[in-house]
């Protein structure tokens, strides 16, 4: 398969260091030296549909498809307002789609993981073009008294659109059960049947562990998909990496001992916007021209679970009406 069609779409509200240094111990220091990230984009007037919406019309227009035109939408989402029914089925009406949809939840890698899916269909020829959004929230459950995980997030949305081509190298995803090191709790309706006691857990991040996993997952999945498909570091033109943390990029970076020009970051601008971080700097990427034609890309992302994923493809380069 390839990519047709790219969107992305952020909260208006942007939210700096220094304002959250205003009731948060912390500064614009603290924060920049261990993560990278100046400000961030929260959502505050908007909703996260409004977000899945927008990069998905973005995407579709780029594509020159129609909701009509669109066979399968899968939407990356970690936690939103709704349970049931999934946010994929409530953006489909307002993006003009009539199709089946399906939600995943992989945390951060959801990209990935929606990419290796959107595969296997084309694979399968079950279905043609398909549209992958993914909007997410992750502010939403930090606790903001706490800037150990508070100062990390912001909201966003990317997307793209996928169809028959030739673009798409390979795949791979991966599942290492380590739930105690990232996880967010939210408790069910009460059942007197039921007499466990539950309650809410904000965002819980051990962030030394996380760090060790990220690196090292990340690091063995690049080697394990270059090495399956016979390519070499120096073969791609850049590596999009989740962008979750300054410091865990530059660390595969040195693992891989590449130059930083092929580590591309937006996380300065955005914080960590999950699943969204990747199709969002594919996006605006692609907009800016900085992918050259027919030129390797490598993603990789890694997420709470502990789950990532990595993907080769060729870029086709994109015109854009807007």
Not at 152 to 177: E, K, P, R
């Amino acid at each position: 398969m390839k990519i047709i069609g790219t969107g992305s779409a952020l909260p208006e509200k942007v939210v700096t260091n220094e304002m959250l240094a205003s009731f948060l111990e912390t500064s614009d220091e603290w924060i920049s030296t261990r993560t990278g990230i100046k400000t961030r984009r929260l959502l505050s007037h908007e909703t996260l549909i409004d977000l899945g919406v927008e990069a998905g019309k973005k995407a579709m227009a780029a594509s020159g498809l129609q909701g009509s035109d669109i066979d399968y939408l899968i939407c990356s989402n970690v936690a939103n307002t709704y349970v049931t029914p999934s946010i994929s089925s409530i953006i489909l009406s307002q993006i003009g789609c009539k199709c089946p949809c399906l939600d995943v939840n992989c945390a951060c890698t959801g990209f990935i993981y929606a990419l290796d899916i959107a595969e296997a269909f084309h694979k399968a020829k079950k279905y043609k073009n398909i549209l992958i959004i993914c909007t997410e929230s992750p502010s939403r459950y930090c606790n903001w008294h706490e800037r150990e995980t508070s100062v990390l997030f912001g909201d966003g949305a990317g997307a793209v659109v996928v169809t028959d081509g030739d673009n798409f190298v390979d795949s791979i995803v991966t599942g290492d059960s380590h739930t105690d090191v990232l996880y967010y709790k939210r408790t069910m309706e009460f059942t007197p049947f039921d007499r466990a006691e539950e309650r809410t857990t904000s965002l819980v991040m051990q962030g030394r562990e996380v760090f060790k996993l990220a690196v090292r997952s990340c690091t063995r999945d690049i080697r394990t998909i270059l090495e399956r498909n016979n390519m070499k570091p120096e073969d791609f033109q850049y590596f999009l990496l989740h962008q979750a943390n300054l410091r865990i990029i530059d660390s595969i970076r040195e693992n891989m001992k590449q130059p930083v020009e092929k580590f591309p970051t937006n996380l300065q601008k955005y914080g960590n916007t999950s699943s969204a971080s990747i199709p969002i700097m594919i996006d605006e990427m692609s907009r800016a021209n900085m992918f050259e034609d027919g030129a390797n890309l490598l993603l990789s992302a890694f997420g709470g679970g502990f789950v990532t994923g990595a993907a080769i493809m060729k870029w086709e380069k994109i015109n854009y009406n807007d």
